[in-house]
């Protein structure tokens, strides 16, 4: 088993893990500068949480990458904002094209 998806998680592979926490969309309805600041600090904990995955899992950016468009993919089932689908449709495009191009 490589990865189980559920509305809690993903659960099986560790890689598959880092990759479900990266981007979401938090208080879609709060104004403009309170979404601004909370992405800024979802960006800001987002990075130090992958650094620090990375340094104490000794994997390379490259194995965990490979389950960043899985992962997207599966958070298409959850119930999430319209605006995160749209950015994780957008990333999953981006993802099979640079994938389809680098053939």
């Known amino acids: 088993m490589l990865a189980t ?7 099986g592979k560790n890689l598959a893990n ?4 990266t981007e979401r969309t938090l208080l879609p ?3 403009y500068l309170v979404r601004k600041l909370v992405s ?3 960006r800001h904990v987002g990075k130090v ?5 990375l340094k104490l899992s000794k994997l390379e950016e490259k194995e965990i990458e490979k389950w ?5 993919a599966a ?3 959850e119930w999430i904002p ?3 689908k749209k950015a994780l449709l957008a990333f999953i495009s981006n993802k099979i094209e640079s994938n389809y191009i680098s053939l």
């Open 18 to 21: 880092i990759g479900y926490g």
């Open 82 to 84: 319209d605006s995160e």
């Open 75 to 77: 958070r298409l089932r």
């Open 40 to 42: 800024l600090f979802q």
């Open 29 to 31: 309805n709060a104004n």
């Open 5 to 11: 998806y559920t509305n809690g998680g993903i659960s």
């Open 49 to 53: 949480y992958y650094r620090e995955y």
């Open 68 to 72: 960043m468009l899985p992962v997207a």
